[in-house]
């Protein structure tokens, strides 16, 4: 009787190294697994928040960790290959924070400091002196700036400083004293009752302010 020859499907393996930390705002880069069989190994990405796959090649999209998986299905000659999983991690990119508005006088209102990132539009939380509230108040506050943002990581430190408002004293008016008429107690009696009692300057009629010597 004739004899019958089965030919198994050889198993295979794939090669697929750790991949190195990435961060946000990366070139694409290119994956290259490979298969013991020499067929050529997929990719998927679980995260495409984070990155996405297109062939070989990786793009990231935000911050924040997705699990690459290379795989591959075999064919008539090998056994589908046991899928590798490697994590790829992307840190936030860092952004430099710009302060401002940091001097101003006391007028009972509060006095917010600015803060300009780059690239412009990300979220900045200021505090002040550890408090998210805006002081009135004169005296110098520490300022924090920090970056609140999916894909970017930055802060600035400044001292905000409040100074006190100078009131303005009105000029005094220096009346000689030939121009000056003093009132006397009506009554002699009051007058000599104490050596120490007080004289009144009465007020001046416009003429005598206005150099009138007096009569």
């Keep these: 009787s004739a004899a019958t020859l089965t030919v198994n499907p050889l ?33 998927a990405s679980s995260n495409p928040a984070v990155a996405t796959m297109s062939g070989t090649t990786v793009t990231i999209i935000g911050a924040g960790t997705a699990n690459i998986t290379a795989s591959q299905a075999g064919n008539a000659n090998y056994l589908p290959a046991a899928n590798v999983i490697q994590a790829l991690v992307v840190s936030k990119a860092t952004a430099p924070v710009t302060l401002g508005n940091l001097a101003a006088t006391y007028d009972a209102t509060p006095k917010a400091a600015t803060a300009t990132p780059v690239p ?61 008429r003093v009132a006397r107690p009506a009554s002699a009696a009051r007058a000599s009752a104490t ?8 007020a001046l009629p416009p003429a005598w302010l206005s150099g009138t010597p007096a009569r």
């Design 195 to 202: 050596s120490t009692q007080r004289q009144s300057v009465t």
């Design 11 to 43: 198993p295979q393996t794939i090669t697929f190294g750790a991949l190195g930390e990435k961060t946000y705002g990366d070139a694409a880069f290119t994956l290259s697994a490979t298969a013991s069989s020499a067929l050529t190994v997929t990719y």
């Design 120 to 180: 412009a539009g990300l979220t900045v939380t200021l505090t002040y002196a550890g408090s998210a509230t805006v002081p009135t108040n004169a005296g110098t506050y520490a300022v924090v700036g920090t970056i609140n943002d999916t894909n970017y990581v930055g802060n600035a430190n400044g001292s905000l400083v409040i100074t006190k408002r100078q009131e303005k004293v009105p000029a005094s008016v220096n009346i000689p004293a030939g121009m000056l």
